[in-house]
């Protein structure tokens, strides 16, 4: 069996010998009149007129003085049907090819071919060629479907092939796209106005989570990517707009698992003169839309959970439900306390050891129970410190999260837009940041200095593809097209290219 390396060279070799007769194999110019599925469900008004198609080789079977090409495009295969005595010579200089040169071809070469639209003896929908082009040679055999790639890690790598191979994978991230755009869509029909904020930040807000911090050589200073889109969307509230929206990466220096990457797309909005209970139906709104645009259904299989997302959600409470399996209440409790519960329940104590992040440690073991979707409600102010209180009751959060499958979804809350009471919440964030917490927010004494110019009333909420993923039902690094992994170089590659320093 032929190795790699040898199979290349012998495209090479393919590769010199067109080029020797004067064609380009890789030239600028493709006419296409239609798709391949086109072809094939327009059949009955297209039949007896050329078209012209274009894609990958997909299959290339000879038989004397007749061939049959399978090339693949975006939308599906389709058949082409090549006659020694039926096809145009070699016009070199149109990188055009004939008969003779389909030795020269290989799987995975880009063509394109014009030629009447007929059936076969078969009853196959076929293009019967006229005219044959080669538009890229491919140097690297693809695998064949049997073939597959050998690894989970080599399809990320090589998201590429894996799209190629896989249809299940290559319609994953058409979905991903048209969950996006049913997203951006619905907010833009209810008066939303799309605003892009920058991704560096000098102080970076919005979540708790450890930066990555970059370097701006024309200012010679450092700088963050955000975390978030908060703090630069209040801004703009602060600035007089009413509904606005953003799109985004945004990047958490953080460990991998299957719900989180520490970059990943996100969405973020804030409605002015709203707050948490006006959110909560647009939220339930919004999801059920997306999820109808983007895989036609409410109801989804998480695992062995069925969830369906039509009906009332309802609500739970995030204090009764840790009272009720820890006997634990976050608003009467201790670190002590909570780090024994964590420890008898073989929960890891995190370092360092500080009360909202034990309790939220605590809490995610509690969720994973919850199937939902459900609100959840009565979150402890101290774990949301960018959210108002609840009037009566400010140890509590004016704030909602939605529990799908055990998972958090999505979150919102009223937006605290009281200058001081904002400055006192940053200033223990500060004082955890201090004490070596390095997830803790941040002082951003601009944005206190914008609530002090004035900020309305409003509502802030945000859901990250993390939702997308798990209605996907797939893991963080399968949603997305091109997941960080540690950079390698194969074997081959530093075989071939020996004048690249690696």
């Not at 006006?278 to 999801?287: P, S």
Request: glycine share 8%.
């Amino acid at each position: 069996m032929a190795t790699l390396k040898e199979l290349r060279d012998e495209r090479l070799r393919k590769l010199n010998e067109l080029q020797k007769l004067g064609v380009n194999p890789y030239p600028s110019a493709v006419k296409r009149t239609h798709l391949a599925n086109e072809l094939k469900s327009d059949f009955a008004s297209l039949e007896g007129q050329t078209v012209y198609v274009a894609g990958r080789v997909w299959r290339i079977r000879k038989f004397g003085s007749i061939a049959f090409l399978v090339v693949k495009d975006s939308s599906g295969e389709i058949q082409l049907f090549l006659q020694q005595s039926g096809v145009e010579s070699l016009k070199a200089e149109q990188s055009q090819i004939g008969f003779g040169e389909l030795r020269l071809l290989d799987s995975g070469d880009f063509i394109e071919a014009a030629g009447a639209l007929i059936k076969t003896q078969t009853g196959e929908i076929s293009v019967d060629v006229k005219r044959l082009r080669l538009i890229g040679k491919s140097l690297r055999p693809l695998p064949t479907p049997q073939e597959g790639l050998t690894n989970k890690e080599e399809r990320l790598r090589r998201r590429y092939l894996d799209t190629n191979l896989n249809p299940e994978v290559y319609q994953r991230f058409i979905r991903r796209s048209r969950f996006w755009q049913s997203t951006r869509q619905f907010l833009l029909d209810r008066g939303f106005i799309e605003i892009n904020v920058p991704v560096l930040e000098h102080t970076t807000g919005g979540a708790d989570a450890k930066p990555f911090i970059t370097h701006m050589d024309a200012l010679d200073q450092d700088f963050y990517l955000r975390i978030s889109h908060e703090l630069p969307l209040k801004r703009l509230l602060g600035g007089g707009y009413e509904k606005v929206f953003d799109i985004g990466p945004r990047f958490r220096n953080e460990n991998y698992s299957d719900e989180h990457l520490p970059e990943h797309v996100a969405m973020e909005w804030y409605w002015a003169y709203a707050n948490w209970r006006d959110g909560m139906e647009l939220t339930r709104e919004l999801i059920c839309q997306v999820a109808e645009d983007t895989w036609g259904k409410l109801e989804f299989k998480l695992g062995d959970r069925t969830i369906n997302l039509s009906g009332d959600w309802g609500t739970v409470s995030f204090i009764d439900t840790l009272k009720k399996l820890y006997g634990i209440d976050p608003l009467n409790t201790s670190q002590d306390a909570v780090t024994k519960v964590l420890r008898e329940h073989r929960l890891e104590v995190g370092k360092p050891s500080n009360l909202p992040r034990s309790i939220d440690k605590l809490w995610k073991s509690a969720r994973a129970g919850i199937d939902g979707p459900v609100f959840l409600v009565d979150i402890p102010a101290y774990l949301q410190p960018l959210a108002k209180t609840q009037p009566g009751e400010p140890r509590l959060s004016e704030q909602f999260n939605v529990i799908l499958g055990g998972t958090e979804a999505c979150k919102a809350y009223s937006e605290q837009n009281h200058p001081i009471v904002q400055l006192q919440s940053f200033l223990s964030q500060q004082k955890m940041r201090e004490a070596g917490d390095q997830e803790a927010q941040m002082l951003d004494i601009d944005f206190i200095e914008m609530l002090e110019y004035g900020m309305p009333p409003a509502c802030g909420f945000g859901y990250s593809e993390r939702l997308f993923w798990l209605l996907e039902g797939v893991t963080a690094r399968e949603g997305v097209p091109f997941p960080q992994l540690r950079h390698e170089t194969d074997s081959l590659t530093r075989l071939i290219y020996t004048d690249v320093k690696f």
